[in-house]
């Protein structure tokens, strides 16, 4: 892939869409190995709730990288979570109905305390995307999950960091995702961006030996937190459609 060198320097104007997007931790009797299958098994009870079929348009699961280290050999990438799902909605709505669908109350919830470490609700954001490099993602994506510093309104915040050169212009697809305000307990994120790579290997070779935090001190550093943000390095282990 060959992205605009710019990446979230020049933003595309598009409708969006509506997402659910998890930061979760795995139940900590399930060994970190055993994780990324036992969230595909959990996936696949959604075969059985029409309506979230419906309301659900697409999931990606994308679980932590682990080789090389707990922290994928990544300096800055969190240890404390274990996978970002990332879920496209048919429509705003979706994000409220499908925690009172029945169907999901009764196949799908529970299952989840076997899998993660709460229930679901407890540790999704609702957000709006804006794609701001267009590429097809590829396997591997670093997901930033960022709260704006007090001085900076929300809309100027996003707008402002719409604007940012990425420091990895290797990035094929660049995402900002807008979080909308209700947001579960320990979870108050005003921003989650997403730099796509082709695999794992192509993450780390544009990331290498820096922390994470570096190279982004320059272009995002006026803007956020940046050391109560979360980055989290993943690769994806399920897909659909």
């Known amino acids: 892939?060959?992205?605009?060198?710019?990446a979230l320097a020049r933003p595309r104007q598009d409708a969006g869409q509506w997402?659910?997007?998890?930061?979760?931790r795995r139940n900590p009797a399930l060994a970190a190995g055993d994780f990324a299958q036992a969230?595909?098994?959990h996936s696949a009870l959604g075969r059985q709730c029409r309506n979230v079929q419906d309301k659900v348009l697409g999931v990606t699961q994308c679980t932590r990288l682990r080789d090389g280290g707990e922290d994928g050999g990544l300096r800055g990438a969190s240890l404390d979570y274990d996978g970002v799902n990332l879920l496209q909605l048919r429509d705003l709505d979706v994000a409220t109905d499908i925690w009172n669908?029945?169907?999901?109350?009764?196949?799908?919830?529970?299952?989840?305390?076997?899998?993660?470490?709460?229930?679901?609700?407890?540790f999704t954001l609702v957000a709006h995307e804006r794609?701001?490099?267009?590429?097809?993602?590829?396997?591997?994506?670093?997901?930033?999950?960022?709260?704006?510093?007090?001085?900076?309104?929300?809309?100027a915040f996003l707008n402002a960091?719409?604007?940012?050169?990425?420091?990895?212009?290797q990035?094929?697809?660049?995402?900002?995702n807008a979080v909308a305000?209700?947001?579960?307990?320990g979870y108050d994120f005003d921003a989650i961006v997403e730099w796509w790579f082709a695999d794992a290997d192509a993450l780390r070779s544009a990331l290498g030996s820096r922390d994470l935090r570096e190279q982004l001190s320059v272009p995002i550093g006026a803007l956020c937190h940046l050391e109560t943000a979360v980055f989290m390095a993943t690769g994806v282990t399920h897909r659909r459609p």
């Open 19 to 24: 997402k659910m997007i998890y930061l979760a």
């Open 181 to 185: 305000p209700e947001r579960p307990v």
């Open 161 to 169: 960091l719409a604007q940012v050169p990425s420091p990895w212009p």
């Open 39 to 41: 969230w595909r098994e």
């Open 171 to 176: 990035a094929g697809r660049l995402v900002l």
């Open 131 to 155: 794609v701001l490099c267009a590429h097809a993602p590829g396997d591997a994506v670093l997901v930033g999950f960022m709260r704006r510093l007090p001085a900076l309104g929300q809309a």
């Open 1 to 6: 892939m060959s992205p605009d060198s710019s």
């Open 101 to 122: 669908d029945p169907e999901t109350q009764a196949i799908m919830r529970p299952d989840e305390p076997r899998v993660f470490d709460r229930y679901v609700r407890d």
